[in-house]
């Protein structure tokens, strides 16, 4: 889009009043037109509606992916979610190659083009570290800390919204981690539908350096906010989420709601 002057314009499902709302952003700030032009003007906000919005949003502590979040339960259900995942991951593989077989002009999106690049075996490897291998960090009342959201690769809020700076996110993450004051965490948690999609050397890495804890997709993003410092991200939904929670916001790349205070 930028080399070629293009406009990138997105439909980005939003918090709102009804259970299901939508914003158009539009070019490479990530800015919301509407959104623009009624906090320029202020006068026209209605206070008491806003004051209700947050007042039902802070306390729920329902997650806005919930619909993807792995239910931790037995050990029959993991191996079974597992099976699931891993049969997945087989088909899609040869169903992709198959379908560039048969046209090799096929139009993939670029996380397929991903999981086409990506080793067959490396991806049923993660997918059994993921469901398995992995040793999550509990949230402690006693902790300090700020919290990271990893986010999903490709992607426009890494690659077009963060102006392609921020590609490697566990180098960023390792960078945020040394500037921390001391005696002060950063969480890190994976996207709640992320299973299996990233090198387990990377959560290897995170979990490697002392004052970083990692953790459980599954615990619900709002609840690590409301217990944090802050946030620190590139962009996305957990920054907007923290400054609904009335939380300190640092962000890295371009979004809507940079135009706020803290």
Known sequence: CKENKAKYITCVQAYGESEINFAIAEGDDGIFSEII???????????????????????????????????????????ISFLKKTIGIILRYF????????????????????????????????????????????????DKFYYYPL?????????????????????????????????????????????????YNDYLKIKSIPNIKLLDPNIVGKKVISASIGVITINGTSGFEALLLNKQVYTFGNCFFNICSR
């Not at 006068?43 to 509606?49: F, L, Q, T």
């Not at 802070?58 to 792995?70: C, H, L, Q």
């Not at 890494?158 to 996110?169: K, T």
């Open 151 to 199: 986010h999903l690769e490709p992607e426009a809020v890494v690659l077009y919204w963060g102006d392609g700076l921020y590609n490697n996110q566990i180098k960023l993450i390792e960078n945020i981690a040394a500037q921390l004051p001391p005696e002060t965490y950063l969480y890190v948690k994976d996207h709640p539908h992320a299973g299996a999609y990233r090198s």
């Open 37 to 79: 032009s009624n906090f320029s003007n202020k006068r026209n906000i209605d206070k008491k509606r806003v004051q209700e919005f947050l007042n039902k949003f802070r306390p729920d502590s329902k997650a806005f992916f919930d619909i993807y979040i792995r239910k931790k339960n037995s050990r029959i259900n993991i191996f």
């Open 95 to 142: 169903l992709f190659k198959i379908k560039l077989k048969i046209n090799k002009y096929s139009i993939l999106d670029h996380i397929k083009v991903f999981h086409l690049q990506s080793k067959l075996v490396d991806e049923i490897k993660n997918n059994y570290h993921y469901y398995y291998a992995i040793e999550y960090d509990e949230i402690l009342q006693s």
